[in-house]
């Protein structure tokens, strides 16, 4: 069975793990439609050639995450940049199959060695762009890795650390060991993999 198949049938027949109470999953844009979501395995231009999740799969994330999301979006509206959501909320069962069909460390957690915080809710992969579409300067296009020069550029580095700050002051953590576009929900509690999937969350 090929992988886009694969994940097809994941989606329709995985069963939902227990949130923590007042938690749920919720859609990005249904918190804050100035939110752009163009997520990348939602596509077929990615390393898979597939539609991972299914085209026109919303982003979600856990409430507090999108919240807090829509609270970046605010902020950066102001300067005329809106958020550009890459991925999202992913089911344990489909990133397991995505390892499966990858097992390529540098591109995907392994799922038997760590739990992959997309998995969880928490995790999201942002850039940013101008609200009229317009791109901004970055250091990189979306899962490609930067140049050793991409940070000495000052137009790179202030988008870069306007994006980062921002993050970080509404509740996201910026990893060391992440790409500059993945940033991290902090909770009190431990994040668990979810295995909701797409489907049961269209029902909602």
Not at 88 to 108: G, P, T
Not at 156 to 169: D, F, G, H, P, R
Request: net charge negative; aromatic share 8%.
């Amino acid at each position: 069975m090929n992988i886009s198949k694969s994940l097809l049938l994941c989606s329709l027949i995985c069963t939902s793990a227990i949130l923590a109470e007042g938690e749920e999953l919720v859609n990005v844009q249904a918190v804050n439609p100035e939110i752009k979501v163009d997520l990348y395995f939602a596509s077929t231009n990615n390393f898979f050639k597939c539609s991972v999740y299914g085209e026109e799969t919303p982003a979600y994330l856990t409430e507090a995450a999108a919240e807090a999301l829509s609270d970046v979006q605010e902020e950066l509206q102001e300067q005329g940049l809106r958020l550009v959501v890459r991925d999202a909320y992913r089911s344990a069962q489909i990133h397991e199959d995505m390892w499966k069909n990858c097992e390529d460390e540098e591109l995907m957690v392994n799922p038997e060695q760590d739990c992959c915080t997309h998995t969880c809710g928490i995790a999201v992969d942002v850039t940013i762009e101008k609200m009229d579409g317009t791109c901004v300067a970055q250091p990189s296009e979306y899962f490609e890795e930067p140049c050793d020069c991409a940070f000495e550029d000052e137009e790179v580095k202030a988008n870069y650390e306007l994006l980062k700050s921002t993050m970080e002051k509404h509740g996201f953590a910026s990893l060391s060991n992440e790409p500059w576009f993945h940033f991290e929900f902090k909770t009190k509690e431990k994040a668990q993999s979810l295995t909701v999937s797409f489907a049961e969350l269209a029902q909602q």
